[in-house]
Structure formats: C-alpha cells, structure tokens
C-alpha cells in the first residue's frame, strides 16, 4: 500500500500510526510537510514551501482563509510533481485547518482523502467568549464565520473525517458529523506507564524529587490563558502557605499557541511573576522550559498531583499521557476534560477560574496521597480502556483506512456520551454537563472555599 500524510509540522497528530504502518512491509509511507528538522525511518519526507508572506492585501476576514488557499495551491503543486514523478497513492491522509487539504482532489480524483477535521469556531458557548479577562483575537463573530471557511470547504473536498474527541466532533454542523469519525491519536501505554520508582532531577538545583516528595506539575507547549495559567499561578501562594514540603515544577515555553499575545516585549509568565512578586518561594517554583520525552516522562511519574486547566478548546496531548502515567489528575470542569475526566472517580475536577478552589484541591491530593490511590489506578485505567494505541485505536485506524481504500463507508460512529451538549461550555456562569460523581474526597479547608 502506498499512503501519503500530509501536516505542516511533520510527525504531528499521525506519528504513531505513520510509524506502525512505514514499518510493515509492503507499504510505502511519504510524508508532506513544511522544512523541519524531523525525520522517521522509513517515511519519504517530502517538503513544500511555508508561506513566508507577512502581509497580505485583503479583508481582514479573508486572511486566514487566503493563507490556506496559498497553502493549499502549494501542496498541490508538490503533489502534480510528485504524480509526474509516478507516485498514486492508495490513500491521502491529512489535517485540514490550515487548507492543507483543499486541493489534492484535483490532484489525485480517484483516491480516498481522510482529513483531520480539528476545530470549527464558535462566536459563543466555546473557547471565544470564555474568560473575561482575556479578549479574544476572534471576538468577532463575523470573522470567525469567515475562519470556517477553511473548515467547509476542506469537508467538501474530503471523502471522510476524523476527530480526537466526541465534543470536537460535537462542534461542526450535524451534516458534517455523520462523515467525521471519533478517533484519537493514541497514546503508547507501554512507554507512558506508572513508575514508583522514578525520578526526577531539577536542572538549577540539582535535587532529586521522588514519589515521596510533594511533586505539584503543570505542563502546557506554551504558558499561556488558553491552558489556564494565570489561574494555576494564582493559586500557588495559598497553596505554599499551607505545604511547606511542596514543589511546584512548571513546564511550558513562553510563546503563545493559541489567543490573543501578551504585551510587546513580554510574556505571560512575566506578567504573573510581576503580579505575585514577593508571594512565590522561588525555591520551590520550578520553571523548566520544554523538556525532552523521557525527562517529562519522568516528572510525571513522580507527580504526587498533575493540574490540566484548558479553556473549552482541543484537548492536550499531556493530559492523556497524565492519566496513562497514573497521576492524579486536577482538571478543570470544562467540556473536553469532562468527556474523560469524572470527578471522584479517575481524578478531580475544579472549576477553571477560582485559584481559591483549586489550591483546596491540590491540598486534599496532598494530604491524602494514599488514599486516593484509586483514582491513580481509575486514570491508568482509562487511559487503557479509551487510549491505548496498540491494542485500542491502532486496530480502529486501520479499519478505517481499509475502509476508505476498498470504497466502503466507515461503520456507524459510536454514540457521544448522553451528557455531552455543546451548551455546557459556555462563558464564565453558565452551566456545566453533569457528570457521574462518586464521594469527593476530603478538603482539610471546605470552609474557606469560595
């Protein structure tokens, strides 16, 4: 079989399956993407230009969509080289948000296209309108119309979809769902496992933390609203007053991933450092920049509690592979971490924007370290039952992928959970999807909540 993968930022969201099927014999696996530095054994990488344009003369509404067309014609181009050069392959995978995908049907008419269907932007009830203090770069309901363009026109030009999540997919039109499938990208449960026995060293200071300290982590690409770091940080001085033995180590770049960017010349970080100056023992903050897969591996592992805040927006990577890891998870009561996440059954939950409740949660996993050692085992669990690459969603993919060569519609899509609304993500105030809910665990500070 001969597939073709196309993402700018080669591996992407197709790394484990790329991998698996470059190593089965018999296949051919090229890759389509803008230059980076990645490389897979096994996989043709093939480059097409990144649009280096700064400024583009049009609406401001057409922007976004007048970049993914650039970027799209140019895929396609690499594409016509790639046919004249004699390559047809059986199946094109690929993620159309940036207009990736737009145009390889003229391209190659007669084969299947799969596309990643990510994100379809809402003006309100999901990530735009949800935090007041933060005003969106996509406040303006006209443009984000104008921004789904991309997102239609890439559907047309797909013969399926698919989505990480059940409310991911739940945002597009109904029309759109009964051709988009629900499947994650996968997480390798035999390399992100529990380890008690781990360690972990801090850069600056040299020490070594182990399961027996008081590890608090929070990891995000970038620190920055979208993940809930402004309110993670205005939790630490309550919660360092109270544990003297804790350290809170922070991962995360200082760029910006996804909103609106912090003042010229500065970043979010800065910002609350500035904010909370003299509130924070430096001592026990630990800020460590990006790290390598096996050192973050590694500092999950010794996590005594993991925080994962996000805006309603596309679930992290690092949030599953916490709940692979066996942390105890901290999430915030919005709709992606709900789907997985039930609070007193494989983790906790906390409303996103009370630091006063959040730091009362950390504090109760603290304290009760081992007795709430189920939840540990309920999020591995889960992670299993739901995640697992190899024995999950590997067999899923390529059932699919089947699927689609032979001209077969895919089966049925499995139903969403019942209490899935896109109505339970709205703004600050607006009510929640319930969730199955066992007995909450003790909060040694249940008085002081707000």
Request: charged content about 25%; aromatic content about 10%.
């Amino acid at each position: 079989m001969k597939y073709l993968f196309i993402h700018q930022n080669f591996p992407g969201q197709y790394r484990h399956i790329v991998r698996h099927l470059a190593a089965q014999r018999g296949n051919e696996v090229y890759f389509l993407t803008q230059p980076n530095d990645n490389a897979m054994a096994g996989v043709h990488k093939i480059t097409y230009p990144k649009d280096e344009r700064a400024r583009i003369n049009c609406h401001a509404y057409a922007a976004d969509v007048e970049r993914a067309i650039h970027t799209g014609a140019s895929v396609a181009d690499t594409c016509r080289e790639l046919r004249e050069r004699g390559l047809r392959p059986d199946l094109i995978v690929g993620h159309s948000g940036w207009g990736e995908t737009l145009f390889v049907k003229d391209v190659f008419p007669d084969v299947p296209v799969l596309a990643n269907f990510e994100f379809y932007y809402h003006p309100r009830g999901v990530d735009a309108d949800f935090d007041p203090e933060f005003v969106s770069v996509f406040n303006e309901p006209s443009r984000l119309r104008a921004r789904n363009a991309t997102n239609l026109l890439a559907f047309q030009s797909a013969d399926w979809g698919h989505s990480a999540t059940h409310w991911q997919r739940s945002l597009y039109p109904a029309e759109m769902q009964s051709r988009i499938s629900v499947l994650h990208e996968g997480v390798d449960t035999e390399v992100v496992r529990p380890n008690a026995g781990a360690s972990f060293r801090l850069p600056a200071t040299r020490r070594v933390l182990t399961r027996r300290d008081e590890v608090v982590t929070y990891v995000a690409r970038n620190l920055e609203p979208y993940r809930g770091f402004h309110v993670f940080m205005r939790s630490l001085p309550q919660l360092l007053r109270r544990r003297r033995r804790a350290h809170v180590v922070i991962v995360g770049d200082d760029g910006v991933s996804y909103g609106a960017p912090p003042p010229p010349a500065s970043s979010f970080r800065a910002q609350l450092m500035a904010e909370l100056a003299g509130k924070l023992d430096p001592d026990r903050v630990h800020f460590l920049g990006l790290l390598d897969y096996h050192a973050y591996l590694n500092l999950l592992q010794v996590s005594s509690a993991h925080v994962y805040l996000t805006y309603p927006f596309v679930l992290s990577w690092s949030f599953i592979e916490a709940l692979a890891a066996g942390c105890l998870v901290i999430g915030s009561a919005t709709a992606p971490v709900l789907e997985v996440l039930r609070d007193g059954v494989n983790g906790m939950t906390v409303d996103f924007f009370s630091p006063t409740k959040l730091a009362n949660r950390i504090e109760a996993a603290l304290e009760q370290r081992r007795e709430l050692g189920s939840l540990r085992e309920a999020a591995r669990a889960t992670a299993l039952r739901q995640f697992d690459l190899n024995g999950v969603l590997l067999p899923q993919w390529l059932q699919l992928f089947e699927e689609l060569v032979d001209g077969r519609r895919a089966r049925p899509l499995q139903a969403p959970p019942a209490d899935l609304r896109l109505r339970a993500v709205g703004s600050r105030g607006a009510p929640l999807a319930a969730a199955p809910r066992a007995a909450a665990p003790r909060d040694p500070h249940q008085r002081a909540r707000s």
